[in-house]
C-alpha cells in the first residue's frame, strides 16, 4: 500500500468463518480451491473415494447451523 502512495497503514487479522448447509455444499468449495490442488495429481477413482470419506468426515462436523469453516481475513487500511 506505501508503494501506492498510502500513509497510516494499519493491518489487521481477523477468524472469520462461514456456515455450509451439507458436507456435499463444502466439496466443490475444496476441489476448485487450492485445497484440492493434491487431489487433481491422483486417478479419478481416487478422487472419488477420497471425496467419498472427506463427505463422512465433515458429517461428523454437522451443527443445527451446518459445518463452520473457520477462515483468517487479513485488513488494510490507509489515507491517501
Known sequence: MAD???????????????FFKS???RIPDIVV??????????????QELIIAEHKEELAKL??????FLQAPALFSFGSR
Open 23 to 25: 458436507p456435499e455444499e
Open 33 to 46: 480451491s487450492a485445497e484440492g490442488n493434491p487431489l487433481k495429481t491422483l486417478t479419478r477413482g481416487l
Open 4 to 18: 501506492a502512495g498510502f500513509t497510516g497503514i494499519k493491518v489487521s487479522k481477523d477468524e472469520m468463518g462461514f
Open 62 to 67: 454437522m451443527t443445527s447451523d451446518g459445518i
